[in-house]
């Protein structure tokens, strides 16, 4: 007599992991093209104001355990928090004078900029691949230069700042979130983003009539706020428990592709010249070889990050 087995068709945990971690790249992506869109309008921090006010709302099932704050978390939520406050400053304005494609992969160079922090600060030895990315990318910077006007150059340079404070924002997070409760941790970043933000508004005097405007507009902000940064977190931070790190670092690079993709052909129509495109080709390389490299010495720990708002992170 014939038995039969009954099939598992459980999806494997890992594949899900991949699934949502591209979905947070492409979330990530669409970040960039929409920042400089509403920016456009919106007063640049009352913009960062309303945003991640927004975001923090997503956070509040976490405050049931608010009990567990302490010193530590105000503390490294506070400064880690301040330092993504001022990468993202600097981003949001330079995206107005320059493309949110371009301005995707000069962020994506904060990856190449870790190692070196860590040089700096922890001794780490830098693999020759790595300073092959960093002449890689400098030329890549080169191209995407001389692919624009002088206004645009000045962009290009604030979000190179962006880039540098995000590389420093990444080394001490991810101290940090081991050593913390994540999530009080992260609502802590951004209350602290938010009253800043807010604090830039008020000395700036910027003003906006948010009472007359329509639903499409606080759709928008609902969207940049809940999906594209709170939800981006619990994807990746569910991913990441399921998945190695250099599989996730890898689907990372793919963020400034989504960015162009979304702000040349769907949501925006921005165009660059072939020098453009060759500069971002050039440091999309070379962020993948020191993600590679850096990923394959740190696969077997967890590597349980802390919070990435929004395509910043980079």
């Not at 608010?66 to 105000?74: Q, V």
């Not at 077997?300 to 708002?309: A, F, H, P, T, V």
């Amino acid at each position: 007599m014939e038995t039969k087995t009954k099939k598992n068709y459980r999806i494997n945990p890992k594949t899900i992991a991949n699934i949502l971690l591209v979905l947070t790249t492409l979330l990530w992506g669409t970040s960039f093209i929409i920042t400089k869109n509403l920016t456009q309008e919106v007063p640049i921090f009352l913009y960062l104001g309303i945003r991640f006010s927004i975001a923090i709302i997503g956070f509040i099932p976490y405050f049931i355990h608010i009990k567990r704050i302490n010193k530590k978390i105000l503390l490294f939520g506070t400064l880690t928090g301040l330092m993504y406050y001022s990468a993202i400053v600097f981003q949001t304005l330079g995206i107005q004078t320059t493309t949110a494609g371009k301005a995707a992969f000069i962020t994506g160079l904060s990856t190449i900029m870790v190692p070196f922090i860590t040089w700096l600060g922890f001794r780490k030895v830098i693999k020759k691949r790595v300073w092959l990315a960093v002449i890689i990318s400098i030329s890549g910077m080169v191209f995407l230069s001389l692919e624009g006007e002088s206004n645009i150059i000045i962009g290009d340079f604030l979000v190179l700042l962006c880039a540098v404070l995000y590389a420093f924002f990444i080394v001490l997070n991810d101290r940090y979130v081991r050593i913390v409760d994540v999530y009080l941790y992260s609502a802590v970043q951004l209350i602290t983003i938010s009253v800043l933000s807010f604090g830039g508004a008020f000395l700036l005097n910027e003003t906006y009539d948010l009472m007359n405007v329509s639903l499409p507009f606080w759709l928008i902000f609902i969207y940049m706020g809940l999906v594209v940064t709170t939800g981006t977190f619990i994807f990746q931070n569910w991913s990441q428990q399921h998945q190695g790190s250099t599989q996730t670092a890898i689907i990372f690079t793919l963020e400034p592709v989504f960015a162009v993709i979304f702000a040349s052909f769907i949501i925006g129509d921005e165009t660059m010249t072939w020098l453009g495109w060759l500069g971002c080709a050039l440091i999309f390389i070379a962020i993948l070889i020191t993600v590679l490299k850096n990923s394959e010495n740190n696969n077997s720990k967890n590597n349980n990050s802390g919070i990435q708002l929004d395509g910043l992170q980079e």
